[in-house]
């Protein structure tokens, strides 16, 4: 995840610089207009959305394609979600999978 490394406010502008990963870098393809700056801490992704691959109107449904295309193996079942309100438009940050990294995983070998 980026990190802000300094904020300068001058003028009415705010200039933000940015920590970001090469994975994060080539996210960006080379855009340099209307990027969208989040938080993704937990404290701020506090609703709680059902996932599945079917279900009521209540569930955010997302097509197998998609999930196999970003190697999504395994749904959140209550995924921590935000809308943001920018200007007039609304979006949707929503986790759908958590890191495995440094978690120990146990059970028997083969």
């Known amino acids: ?3 802000i490394d300094s904020i300068d406010m001058k003028n009415d502008k705010i200039l933000v610089n940015l920590k970001l990963t090469k994975e994060e870098y080539e996210l960006l393809k080379q855009s340099t207009k209307r990027l969208l700056l989040l938080p993704t801490e937990l404290n701020i992704l506090n609703e709680l959305l059902t996932t599945g691959e079917l279900g009521n109107s209540n569930r955010i ?6 999930l196999r295309k970003h190697n999504v193996t395994k749904l ?4 921590p979600a935000q809308i943001f309100d920018i200007g007039d438009e609304k979006f949707l940050l929503l986790k759908l999978q958590e890191s495995t990294f440094g978690k ?3 059970g028997e070998e083969e």
């Open 61 to 66: 449904m997302l097509p197998n394609k998609i």
């Open 104 to 106: 120990p995983v146990f």
């Open 1 to 3: 995840m980026a990190d």
């Open 76 to 79: 959140l079942k209550k995924a």
